[in-house]
């Protein structure tokens, strides 16, 4: 009688498997001339990922897209410590885009990334244009992709579709603005400039994009009947009041109007001497637009600096700390995510902006050089309660 065996139960985690996911763009997408198209990197199954290197390439004649507009996924939940970094180069048609987070993704699907790629004026309807997914690296190559992109026509490739905008005689308006005085209404000195809004035609897919003028309103105009959607991107310098999404339902010979955004005052860090001096007064002069379009200006470029440091630095920290755990072929080139001298360039841009709030707007309330301030500035602003 041969000796019994024994086998022993081994369990394998999940970092330590080969694990596979489908990447791809879809090619079902459409837009018509002169509208936003937003295009997804989708991946079936995200389990374990924790960053992924996506490249793809684009036609510059039909499409454009700006490396700040570019967002995290779906996949990524809420994102609050989902970092992206992107570069496009615009004459030569290619994005790279680098995007993680701290703790691996459970078993979801969804997008990884979106891109708002702009469609040309003069795009040719009934015409298509290619969106080549080139390359996708999920976890420095620890997590295989298949089929995997490659360069030139294969599965994993977008396609858009241009077709015929849906237009008609109907409308989209609001403001935007600062409900300091807590009554809500567009008052005096109230309205928030600059604030980029963008509408949906949530059956077709077609988005349109506008900024609200220095009173702060905003206009669609030329819309078909349906169902949209509004959203504002936050202004920055702005207490949130919680609802950045308007649903509509347009129909037919209508002028929808007071589809308004309203914030609650500016926050502390951004009520600058300057708004408490007489140069700029009477309260909604031009002068005092003029200087919230500043604080705006400076609000924005601030918090683009304070997010692209952080990226930079994140992506360098994760790839030193791949590269000593991997050796040199972590990436799939080899190299690096972020190098020395672009950290370098973030922490300029940064300094240069500092530099500026200061030339141009003076220092934030409560500082030591509140002297200058003319008193009875001072109290007509607050005496209005607008900040």
Do not use: C
């Amino acid at each position: 009688m041969k000796p019994s065996r024994s086998r022993r139960l081994s369990i394998q985690s999940l970092e330590g498997r080969r694990l596979l996911a489908a990447v791809n763009i879809p090619d079902d997408l459409t837009s018509a001339p002169d509208a936003i198209v937003s295009v997804p990197v989708n991946i079936d199954s995200a389990t374990g990922v924790r960053g992924a290197e996506i490249r793809l390439s684009y036609d510059t004649s039909v499409l454009d897209l700006e490396a700040d507009d570019i967002d995290f996924g779906s996949v990524w939940g809420t994102g609050s410590d989902t970092q992206v970094t992107a570069n496009v180069d615009d004459a030569a048609g290619t994005v790279v885009i680098f995007v993680s987070a701290s703790s691996a993704l459970t078993d979801v699907s969804g997008s990884l990334v979106e891109l708002p790629f702009s469609v040309v004026s003069d795009a040719v309807v009934d015409s298509t244009t290619v969106l080549d997914l080139t390359q996708v690296t999920l976890n420095e190559g620890q997590i295989s992709v298949d089929p995997a992109p490659v360069s030139g026509t294969d599965s994993t490739d977008g396609l858009i579709t241009i077709t015929a905008a849906a237009t008609g005689d109907d409308s989209i308006s609001g403001f935007v603005y600062a409900d300091a005085n807590n009554d809500n209404v567009v008052g005096t000195g109230e309205a928030i400039p600059g604030v980029t809004i963008t509408l949906t035609n949530t059956s077709t897919g077609t988005e349109l994009q506008t900024t609200t003028d220095s009173d702060g309103s905003y206009e669609f105009t030329d819309l078909a009947p349906g169902e949209y959607e509004i959203v504002q991107s936050q202004p920055v310098a702005y207490l949130d009041s919680g609802v950045n999404e308007l649903t509509v339902t347009l129909v037919e010979g209508t002028a929808l109007e007071d589809q308004n955004f309203r914030e609650l005052g500016l926050l502390p860090q951004y009520i600058f001497n300057r708004l408490h001096t007489t140069s700029v007064l009477p309260v909604g002069s031009d002068r005092w637009t003029d200087a919230i379009t500043d604080i705006n200006t400076f609000a924005n470029a601030t918090s683009s600096s304070t997010v692209a440091a952080s990226s930079v630095v994140a992506a360098s920290t994760s790839s030193t700390e791949s590269t000593s755990t991997a050796g040199s072929d972590s990436t799939a080139s080899g190299e690096p995510l972020i190098d020395e001298a672009e950290l370098g360039s973030v922490a300029t841009v940064a300094a240069n902006v500092a530099t500026a709030q200061t030339a141009d707007m003076g220092t934030p309330v409560g500082s030591n050089d509140d002297d200058s301030d003319d008193n009875e500035a001072v109290d007509e602003v607050f005496a209005s309660n607008l900040f």
